[in-house]
């Protein structure tokens, strides 16, 4: 290395130099050099695209995507720079954005037929390895979680006593294993639980995100699934946990080459297990769009149940922000039933989000007058007026996929030297089959439900009911 750099002219000696700290990973001192790099040869896309690695190896993440761009627009469009913006959007809990850019990148390498094996190097050294961290041993169980006894009971059912005593549930036609899809608004314990689940049944649990599996390097999104089914085949009884599979095993049809059908291909080869045996692990999809699931993944033996979680019922509020206030100093004249009441439409990570607001106001006072004193009613109302609920939009925002509207039309047509205008409805296309919504019926019936503007009047007036007369 040291020779290759000084037998070179000084216009490169920077980049060089840049390119070495780089790879000894000392990023401050790479950085230093592309910048001076970058004086020397301001129109050097390279040195842009490499800083931009420097600074995401040092998660200034801003800095990085500047950089980047740069590059984009100094060079030619390469698929190595939208890799790395994938990267980026992915730390930034970005994922619409960080697919898009993965399959901008796929899109962009398989027109070139070789990568610059210049970026190949770099990027080599930027990927983490990725199957050691996924597995956990996790320390809540269904004591931990609030309400939700139905939904309890069906897992208990489909998951937990299948894993607890694998004999009897083989005696009874139960097997271990397949896969269950996890539906439901957002924010509503879907995650939470599935860990619960693990912890519950003493099983492995590998929490995989869409992020985990994305690689532009053709045959690196197969390798990642497989590895991931892999360290589960080793630590049976194992719960695989893909949250947002609606990412993973979209509709494969919706694009051409991209990232979302090789993924889907090879867990579905994995899922199928002619090759390799998954007795012992249990596949649990989670995904807020389930009508975006493919349906290969839905055939025997695959997904084969759907769990609904819905948003948390009055009971389950209540028990939720007790469980919440356990450890901290609240008021004797704290009624959780009335909190209850007054989050109607409330997600749990909003209730959660209540808690720590209305936790913080004495908080601050203590910090500022040097009083401290417990949390009020008054505090959670504030709270209230600050977060506020996320569920109603989601309704509507989700309606269109799963409710037939019926849209009004004119025609209009001469008539005895007049114009006649019939206003007559129409049925909009279907928009999802009658499978799926026999399937997803539970939410359908809690979509219809809470977006009819009956359902809305009568929650404003049982909230104002709890807060202005109780
Ligand atoms: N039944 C419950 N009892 C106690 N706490 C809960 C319960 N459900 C969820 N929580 C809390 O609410 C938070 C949000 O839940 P979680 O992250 O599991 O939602 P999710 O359905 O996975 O959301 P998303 O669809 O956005 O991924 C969790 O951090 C957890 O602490
Ligand atoms: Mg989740």
Known sequence: MEKEITKTDDKNKYYL???????????????????????????????????????????EYDKATEDINKAIELGTDFPEAHHALGNIYDQKQDFARAREEYNKAIELSS??????????????????????????????????????????????????????????????????????????????????IGKATAGESNASFLNVKISDVMDMYVGNTEKNIHNIFETARNNTPAIIFFDEIDGVGGRRDATQQSFEKRAINQFLTEMDGVEYSNEGILIVGSTNAPWYLD????????????????????????????????????DKKI???????????????????????????????????????????KDFLQAMGKVKSSLPQWYTSVRKFLIKEEEEVESRGEYKGGVIVVKHKRAQEELISEGERELFKD??????????????????IRIAFARHIM
């Open 111 to 192: 027109k070139q037929e070789k990568l610059h094996e210049e970026h190949e190097i770099t990027l080599e050294e930027h990927k983490p390895a990725k199957e050691f961290e996924l597995l956990e041993k996790p320390d809540v169980n269904f004591s931990d979680v609030a309400g939700l006894k139905n939904t309890k009971e069906m897992i208990n059912e489909a998951i937990i006593y299948p894993i607890k005593k694998p004999e009897l549930a083989e005696k009874y036609g139960k097997t271990v294993g397949g896969g269950v899809i996890f539906y439901g608004p957002p924010g509503c314990g879907k995650t939470y």
């Open 443 to 460: 939410l359908i019936k809690d979509v219809s439900k809470q977006t009819s503007t009956n359902h809305r009047i009568l929650r404003r």
């Open 335 to 377: 009624r959780f039933g009335r909190l209850a009441r007054l989050t109607e439409g409330y997600s749990t990570a909003d209730i959660k989000e209540v808690c720590d607001e209305a936790s913080a106001i004495p908080w601050k006072e203590a910090l500022e007058g040097g009083r401290e004193r417990k949390i009020t009613m």
């Open 17 to 59: 130099w840049g390119r070495h700290y780089h790879k000894l990973q000392y990023f401050d001192k790479a950085i230093a050099n592309y910048t001076k790099a970058i004086a020397e040869e301001p129109y050097n896309s390279e040195s842009y695209f490499n800083r931009g690695l420097a600074y995401i190896a040092k998660k």
């Open 295 to 330: 349906p290969a993944l839905r055939r025997a033996g695959r997904f084969s149940k759907f769990i609904y979680f819905p948003e948390p019922d009055k009971k389950t509020r209540e028990e939720i922000f007790k469980i919440h206030m356990r450890e901290k100093p609240i």
